[in-house]
């Protein structure tokens, strides 16, 4: 009889924090099925590519990726399989397997299904994909696979409802679904109990979670749990365990959240609250359901609910219609705000959103790049304004890892989520450091 061979599959990953946490979900599931987990790419017989198709430019180093990784399929006597998880459009879904690029294909509703899946493709079988338009991933333990063992990740909530019209997300993840909050937070002191010091809860839109449970018993019959009493829940259950959370939906962010967060010191000082654009028209163009006024009044509430917070940012240029004078908006709100730092991009059309479909990608490349250039470089000197701040100042850091520029240093967070770097004394990771901030570059604190 032939030997059974061993699954050993590999798996990496592409785009965002959320991602990482469904790579855990993979590799939990696979592990139960009697999968291998590999660190090594060459040594695997299955090869998971966790693939982002949110901006063109993620899509295409997906398909560079796996037409550079075609030379495993023609290695003697072991049969690679390819299967790509994640977000992925449906043109790039169509060319992977039309030039016979990979295997199998999985989206993210359908996790459970991986193992058949994956099986149906070692007996040449391809073409499978189901959809669970439900499903939370609730009863499965991640994998957390970070090496450090003392930040990771969690999912409260899956997909988006919100429709912003550049956005593939609502698309390749579907409809937003709140994960049961007992599972949330048993895996949360889980995890603390297992030595883990810091969590990020994720969602699209963390704001809108909710979750509501019906009882039988007389008194209470209805029990309604949204973002704040979940974040409660797990600030008061966990007091040492450091709580941060992303991403937050400025329609959707409530006083009743700010408060809590003002009211834990374990829940981290920081925001996450894309703008996008700082045009009105643009936000009406993109669906963002806010205005300027409305996104600079909830800064300002923020300010002063949280005096010490941190705020970060996406923004995308040279979305459709786009004028210099809406750029200039967007410029102005930067310069109002001063944002401690965030991530810029350059609006690229996504098939099936209502823009691809609807609106005229009519910004030329040269012009979207040079009012990406010209946001990048404002935001340095605004990082920068806020790092100076710092100087002199002790800051808590949770210490994470060894610099990756220098083995003697430590390299961590403080509270506001900006990476602080120190030479290293009688402490080891996982342990809180009390670090004076000495130097400062636009990203990072340096200090003893
Ligand atoms: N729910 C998250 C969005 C995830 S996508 C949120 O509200 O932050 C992350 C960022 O990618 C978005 O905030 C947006 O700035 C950017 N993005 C999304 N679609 C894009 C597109 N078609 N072109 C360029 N940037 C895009
Ligand atoms: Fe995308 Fe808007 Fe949701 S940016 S993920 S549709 S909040």
Not at 51 to 77: G, M, V
Not at 110 to 132: L, R, V
Not at 222 to 229: A, G, P, T
Not at 371 to 384: A, G, P, T, W
Request: proline fraction near 3%; charged fraction near 25%; include cysteine.
């Amino acid at each position: 009889m032939k030997k059974n061979k061993t699954k050993l599959f590999y798996i990496e990953n592409y785009g965002c924090q959320m991602n990482v946490s469904d790579s855990e979900i993979i590799t939990s599931i696979l592990l139960k099925n009697g999968y291998v987990l590999s660190e090594s790419l060459e040594k695997a017989n299955i090869i998971l590519l966790n693939a982002c198709s949110i901006r063109e430019k993620a899509e295409l180093t997906i398909k560079k990726r796996l037409e550079q990784l075609q030379y495993l399929k023609k290695e003697k006597d072991k049969k690679t399989i390819f299967g790509v998880v994640g977000c992925f459009s449906i043109p790039i879904k169509n060319f992977l397997f039309k030039e016979k690029i990979i295997d199998f294909l999985v989206n993210p509703d359908s996790y459970k299904e991986i193992s058949n899946i994956i099986s149906y493709a070692m007996m040449g079988k391809k073409y499978f994909f189901i959809e669970n338009k439900n499903e939370t991933y609730a009863d499965i333990i991640p994998f957390h696979l970070n090496k450090n063992k003392i930040t990771t990740f969690l999912s409260i909530t899956r997909g988006c409802n919100n429709m912003c019209t550049f956005c593939i997300v609502p698309f390749t993840r579907g409809r937003e679904k709140s994960s049961n909050p007992y599972f949330i937070i048993n895996e949360c002191k889980r995890l603390y109990k297992n030595g883990y010091k810091e969590i990020t809860l994720l969602g699209q839109n963390v704001d809108s979670y909710r979750w509501n449970e019906n009882f039988l018993n007389e008194n209470i019959k209805k029990i309604e749990i949204d973002f704040s009493n979940l974040l409660y829940l797990i600030a008061k259950e966990i007091p040492f365990m450091r709580i941060r959370f992303s991403t937050s939906n400025p329609h959707d962010m409530s006083d009743k959240v700010l408060k809590v967060i003002s009211k834990f010191p374990n829940i981290c000082k920081h925001i996450h609250l894309p703008v996008q654009s700082g045009s009105n028209k643009i936000l009406k163009l993109m669906n963002r359901k806010y205005t300027r006024e409305k996104y600079l009044s909830l800064i300002h509430k923020i300010k002063t609910i949280i005096p010490e917070c941190s705020i970060s940012h996406d923004i995308i240029t040279g979305f459709c219609n786009e004028e210099e004078k809406d750029h200039k908006d967007t410029i102005s709100l930067m310069n109002e705000v001063k944002y401690n730092y965030g991530y810029m991009f350059y609006y690229s059309s996504r098939p099936g959103t209502y823009a691809y479909r609807k609106l005229k990608d009519n910004v030329p490349i040269n012009v979207k790049k040079k009012r990406l250039k010209e946001i990048i470089d404002l935001q340095k000197k605004h990082s920068f304004f806020r790092m100076k701040k710092y100087l002199g100042e002790v800051q808590e850091v949770l210490i994470e890892g060894e610099s990756k520029k220098d083995s003697q240093y430590w390299y961590g967070r403080n509270t506001q989520n900006i990476v602080v770097v120190f030479p290293k004394k009688n402490n080891k990771i996982g342990d809180i450091a009390f670090v004076k901030i000495t130097k400062t570059t636009s990203a990072t604190l340096i200090g003893k």
